[in-house]
């Protein structure tokens, strides 16, 4: 069966901390594919054969000149390849000392500074620190191991590796540190100068007490000058144990508040934090699924999903107004429910996105259930629903390119140079399986990129 994955920055279908389709992610664009009419690329090309046994993640980047590819290649090991932007197929490569085994988690980040110097962090799921960086000319053949941002010592149970810039445009990475249902959000920023990292806070951003850990969906950057970041509370590796939509907002991401302004000190800490919707243990609510988007005010929304009192998973939509959080359900499914539970990723059956402007009045939210895209219209006012429309996707498209066999699905990520050109990579690999091994080797598979002209994605 044909399946196509989450189109956002990075797109696949596991139960992780991912980021929404707004991210402040350096030098990413965040373009959402299946929004997107079906449109010829101006160019296909072929990089490499990669690894499909299972779906991790790949990462896209460009500098003025040069656009940079990172994967895992058929070998599992992480590759770099880089090629100029005007000059198709002439592609450099470079093999690093990583190689992925089995599980989902492990996804890559990648961006450039000020300078121009590549900085890659991959292959961590509760893992030491695995981060290369190169020189200022950008060359990936010049990409060397970082042995410590802070400290080695602490830096031994690294997850989820994510590259920010703040309003200054200086680069920013942030982590888990720790494991699901005990560990902490860390941010660090880079001294482009001395060529070191630095810690951002004085203390981690959540602190779970050993007792849960904070997934986050962000941070997100809105036009009121805000970062904004949702999260829920997790109490053990478990999926089903996800509770309590929370939310915080920060000019700086050093300073935190509430939606109302009043500060919030750090670590927060569940007590502390800020509810949206007190969602309980078993609720139906997962943590990749608490996406921030904006109305045409500029005001955060978070799209999320839960169980109503029929046990139906359903979409909800909460946006802070003066008497505080508004909670709309936008579905009304019937004789539906996503009942996850267990460990390691899953395969996802829903996906939701942040809500946008749409015509005046109304605000568009976009949600994959079961394979079908679908998008709701509801009134920007009151949130109610005014229609639930099926959508078709980019599935056609890519599915000219690729002839996928049973059980694979079609993965894409994307970014964008200065002048608005879109690239897209697109392959095909098994879906995540619970981080578990196959019986059996599968063969690898194209990697491949499609580019398309500036305003017509």
């Known amino acids: 069966m044909l399946k196509i994955s989450r189109p956002l920055v990075f797109t696949w279908i596991c139960t992780l901390a991912l980021m929404s389709s707004h991210l402040a992610i350096a030098d990413t664009s965040t373009a959402t594919l299946a929004s997107a009419p079906a449109q010829l690329p101006i160019s296909i090309e072929a990089i490499d054969r990669v690894w499909s046994g299972h779906t991790v993640p790949f990462a896209m980047a460009t500098s003025k000149d040069h656009l940079y590819v990172a994967y895992y290649d058929a070998n599992r090991q992480l590759t770099v390849a880089q090629r100029p932007l005007n000059a198709p197929s002439h592609w450099v490569y470079h093999k690093l000392d990583t190689w992925l085994g089995w599980d989902s988690h492990n996804l890559i980040a990648m961006t450039l500074d000020a300078s121009g110097a590549v900085h890659i962090a991959a292959n961590m799921h509760v893992d030491p620190l695995t981060m290369f960086r190169s020189d200022t000319t950008g060359d990936v053949r010049t990409l060397q191991r970082v042995p410590k941002m802070l400290d080695a010592a602490r830096e031994k149970a690294m997850t989820y590796p994510v590259f920010l810039k703040n309003h200054q445009g200086q680069l920013i990475f942030k982590y888990r540190d720790g494991s699901s249902g005990r560990g902490n959000e860390i941010y660090n920023i880079y001294d482009e100068k001395s060529q070191s990292w630095k810690a951002l806070t004085n203390s981690p951003l959540t602190d779970g007490e050993g007792q849960r850990n904070a997934y986050f969906m962000g941070p997100t950057k809105g036009k009121d000058g805000y970062f904004h970041v949702a999260w829920v509370w997790r109490e053990s590796p478990s999926a089903e144990t996800n509770h309590d939509l929370s939310y915080a907002k920060s000019r700086d991401l050093v300073h935190w508040e509430r939606a109302n302004g009043s500060p919030l000190t750090l670590p927060i800490r569940l007590k502390q934090a800020e509810i949206v919707d007190p969602v309980p243990v078993s609720g139906g609510m997962i943590n990749n699924n608490t996406v921030l988007g904006f109305d045409e005010e500029g005001r955060a ?26 909670l709309k359900q936008i579905s009304a499914w019937t004789n539906y429910r996503w ?17 946008r402007p749409g015509k005046p009045g109304q605000l568009l939210v976009a949600v994959t259930r079961l394979g079908q895209r679908l998008e709701f219209s509801v009134d920007s006012r009151t949130l109610e629903t005014v229609t639930e429309n099926k959508l078709a996707g980019v599935a056609e498209m890519f599915a000219t390119y690729f002839k996928p066999g049973p059980d694979m699905q079609i993965n894409t990520t994307e970014t964008s140079d200065a002048n608005g050109r879109v690239y897209r990579l697109a392959w095909t690999a098994q879906a995540p399986h619970r981080d578990l091994p196959l019986t059996e080797i599968v063969p690898a598979t194209d990697l491949k990129l499609f580019v398309f002209n500036p305003g017509k994605p």
């Open 339 to 355: 009942d996850f539970k267990g460990n390691g990723s899953l395969n996802s059956e829903i996906f939701v996105e942040g809500a």
């Open 301 to 326: 929304i978070i799209t999320y999903h839960k169980y109503d009192a029929a046990g139906n998973t359903q979409i909800w939509l909460a946006r802070h107004e003066k008497a505080g959080w508004k």
